[in-house]
Structures are given as C-alpha cells and as structure tokens.
C-alpha cells in the first residue's frame, strides 16, 4: 500500500529540522524580494539553531550571550526578529520570546512580521497545532493557545512581568541617533541586569544580541571587555564585516568571502560606496559596516609602532635620566564616569623617550588626593609633578590644594588651551613614527602589580573616537612636558641678566 504525503507534510519534516530550510520556505511570506543566498545565512541559522536546540531540549546553556556583529542589509533582522519565532513555535508553541530593539516601536513592527508569518495560510497549513489565541493577538503581544507568548520592548523600556525563553536584541541602539554616555550606560544595563531576571529558566535561556557596531563602548564592546576580566562571562562572538578584515570571527569564516565581500550582491562594493557616501562619515561607516568602531585608517595613534620589549634604565636612577615627568589629569567621580590618569614618561641619557607608567582610577576627591601623593612617593623626588589646571577659578583652587598637598615635589600647574586632539598631536607624531618605547609593566618598585598595558593600548587604538580620552590627555601633557627646555620646568633656570 502507497502512502500519499502532501506538500505541507514535506515542508513540515524538512522545516522542522532545519532553522535555514524554514526561512527558505517561509522567505517570501514576510520578504517581498525573492531569496537570494548567501553563505552568511545559513551560517548565522546553523549558529543559533544549536543554541535553540539546548533551549528546546532544556539543557543546560553553553553561553551567556550569543553576540552577532553583522552590517545593514544582511538579512540579520529577517532572521532572527521575524523568522526565529515562527521556527521554535513549529518545534513548540509553549516556548515565550522577548523581542528588544532599541525602539519599542521597532520591536513593534518586527512581532507584526512574526505574527503575520504564524497566522500565513502556508505556515497554519503546516503547522496546525500552533494558534494564535483570539484574546492575546496584538500586533506587539501575541501568543499561542499552548501557552507560547512573543513580547516587545524598547531597550529602555520595561517588561516587568514578563518572562522568556527565547531572549532576543535586535539593534539595541540607534545608528542614526547621537549616542550618549547615559544613554549607553542606561541600554548596558537593560542587557546586563534587565534581561537576565526577565528569563524563565536562567541556567537555560542565553541571550541572543544581533547588531551592527557603533562606538567603542557598545553593548558589544561592553560585554566583550567585561569577558576579558571575568571568566564566567562566557560569550560566543560572531563578527561578519562587509569586507574581509582581520575582525572576521571566527577566522576561518575568511574563506567564504568572494572577492573580498561578505555579499557580493546584497553589499556589492558599489552599494558598498554608495552607503559610505550616504553616511558621509568615516566613523560611522567604520562601525555600521567594516564593523569597527574607528575608521578604516585608524585614529589619531599607530600602536603597533610602539616599541616593546626593551627595559629602561633604571628609573630611579636620576642620573640616568635628562627628565622624568608624571602630568595627571583629575577626575572626581568613584567608580563611575572620567578616569584620573597619572602618566610618567622619561626621557634617557641617550635621547630616548619612554613611556615608564600610567596610574589610572576612578575614586572621590579625598582618596585621589591621597593616591596622587602616594604615587608620587613612589615616583621620588626627581620625577616632576604636573598637574592640569582646570580653568575658572575653581580649577585653580582644585590645583593649588594638589600641589600643596605635594609640598616637596617639584610641582607644575599645567593651563593646557585648545583643542584636547591638537594637543596630543606632538605625542601621536612620535608613536607613529616608531620612537617611543613602553617600559615593561612592573619596573617601577612599588607598583609592580599594576597592569596598565592593555587599558593604555585599547584608548590609544580607539582615540579620539573612543569613550575614554583620560590616558591620552595626561600622555600628550606628559610628553609636552617632558621635551619643554629643562628651565621651564623649574630647572637652571637662567639669572635675569638685566636685573640692577
């Protein structure tokens, strides 16, 4: 006896088993172009579907976010924001999703897509378990007669009561809006802390993060700086820039790339140009695009021109050493917003100029006060204290009770005018040309277990277009001090000649 199997019964079988196989069917129902494929698809499919397996088969997570770093117009939202619920309700309809963006308004019309797709004649044809209940089918909430929901909210909103498993973060921010430090702080702690009490089962549920790159400090760079530090925070990173790049993650995705492109026909290299001229921004096209949040060309500092590897004269000894300067810019908030950073350089014998130590905190006024002196008691006696004067008058009080409170150091109060780039220009043009040296950490006695290396590295590389500005401001004020004639510092000086 034949068996007769229908059309849905074959999409049924082959869709089930297979993320990428369902958005291929399902393309056309939400998508008004025809599919056209790219490897990036399916691999990006393949990638959350093991993720979603271990959710469906509740075990126990591999990772705390799954972040996807991919440019506009690849596909990123169809995939997960408008496909991935349609799929995971074919597999199980009890299954809840919290659908982020950074407008609710987004969130809003992408639920509209997914909810459109489950309510198809093709998909219902398919998959009749799963239907829309009459009394929860909005365009922003809707759910399943089986106990399934799919949530929307703003990365600055609230979903208080209402919970997933399936969490996913689609453009956290907004490319075409200004980005500011509270608006940053305020989405990095919807994702960090917001999202995690909002999950039914915590062991289980990872979160999906799919977006273009913005700024330094973006939810992805905040989580993957935070996972440096904390081994626990464990990440899966996929990074897919439109052009291949040494960013390509994981590396061996380089292969894939035709021709140098991602997709050569979604981002051709004359759409390519064409968005690059629409953006009218380096930087903006760095981030949303090659997926870097500098320019192609880099910032202001080449920081593989630094000089490693070599150990310095012995910095305390002075007679080894033409000047040793520490220029300290302040910062007065604990543990929150601009860093103090104390910068020491040198200059040797030989003419050789190095970067001997970078003190950088963030704590209240009375602590700072306490650490600069500290350092400086490190430091000794030959090593010159400069301190930014700030201006206005309480920039000078500020100063003046610094350098008191560094009574016996040779102090200066450093007034600094214009622009803050301008000035670290003279800095900029030595590392760039391969003539500065960095000490190796922990050759000054006493602050032996700072580590300051990759906190300097990572504002250099990003500067002036990264978040933090502290280090490079105290460096370009180190270094103009330090190659100022000895007597503008307070040293043989010449006697006034003219004096009767």
Same mark, same amino acid.
């Given at each position: ?244 790049? *040494? !960013? ?9 790339? %035709? ?6 026909? &979604?981002? +051709? @290299? ?77 200059? *040797? !014998? ?9 003190? %950088? ?6 602590? &700072?006060? +306490? @650490? ?129």
């Amino acid at each position: 006896m034949s068996v007769v199997f229908q059309h849905s019964d074959v999409i049924r079988s082959i869709t089930r088993k297979s993320f990428y196989e369902f958005c291929i069917e399902f393309w056309t129902i939400i998508v008004p172009d025809a599919y056209i494929p790219n490897w990036h698809i399916r691999y990006i499919c393949d990638q959350v579907q093991e993720e979603v397996e271990l959710i469906l088969a509740k075990q126990k997570k591999r990772y705390e976010y799954i972040i996807i770093n991919v440019p506009p117009g690849s596909s990123k939202s169809t995939l997960m924001s408008r496909m991935l619920t349609g799929w995971v309700w074919a597999r199980d309809a009890s299954r809840s999703f919290i659908g982020a963006s950074y407008a609710r308004e987004l969130a809003v019309d992408l639920a509209r897509d997914a909810r459109t797709l489950v309510k198809s004649e093709l998909y219902r044809e398919c998959f009749p378990d799963v239907q829309v209940r009459r009394d929860l089918d909005s365009s922003g909430t809707f759910g399943t007669t089986k106990g399934g929901h799919r949530y929307s909210t703003g990365t600055t909103g609230d979903i208080t009561g209402r919970h997933g498993d399936v969490v996913v973060v689609d453009d956290p921010l907004n490319p075409k809006a200004a980005i500011s430090e509270k608006l940053l702080k305020s989405v990095s702690n919807f994702i960090r802390h917001t999202l995690p009490s909002r999950k039914r089962q915590k062991a289980i549920s990872p979160t999906f993060i799919i977006m273009q790159r913005l700024v330094e400090n973006d939810p992805t760079g905040m989580l993957l700086e935070q996972a440096e530090s904390n081994e626990k925070l464990r990440i899966k990173h996929i990074c897919l820039p439109a052009t291949e790049s *040494d !960013l390509v993650n994981p590396p061996e995705m380089k292969r894939f790339y %035709r021709d140098g492109l991602l997709d050569p026909i &979604r981002l +051709s @290299r004359e759409e390519l140009e064409h968005q690059k001229a629409e953006l009218a921004s380096e930087f903006a096209y760095a981030g949303q695009y090659d997926q870097n949040p500098i320019p192609a060309e880099g910032g202001m500092f080449r920081i593989d021109k630094l000089i490693f590897g070599r150990t310095p004269p012995d910095p305390g000894n002075v007679k080894l050493w033409v000047k040793q300067v520490r220029y300290t810019d302040k910062a007065g908030t604990k543990d929150a917003g601009c860093f103090t950073a104390g910068f020491r350089m040198g200059k *040797d !014998l030989d003419g050789n100029i190095w970067i001997l130590h970078v003190d %950088r905190y963030q704590k209240e006024p009375f602590a &700072r006060e +306490s @650490r600069i002196k500290a350092v400086a008691e490190l430091d000794g006696r030959h090593v010159i204290q400069a301190l930014e004067q700030e201006p206005g008058s309480a920039g000078v009080t500020d100063a003046q009770a610094t350098a008191r409170n560094l009574a016996g150091y040779r102090v200066i109060l450093d007034r600094p005018t214009g622009a803050k780039e301008v000035r670290a220009e003279p800095f900029a043009t030595q590392v760039n040309a391969g003539v500065i040296y960095v000490a190796p950490e922990g050759c000054i006695p006493g602050l032996t277990k700072e580590r300051w290396h990759r906190p300097l590295l990572n504002e250099m590389k990003y500067y002036p277009f990264g978040r933090y500005k502290d280090q490079i401001d105290s460096g370009a004020g180190s270094y103009n001090q330090l190659t100022k004639p000895l007597f503008r510092v307070g040293f043989n000086r010449p006697k006034n000649q003219n004096r009767r």
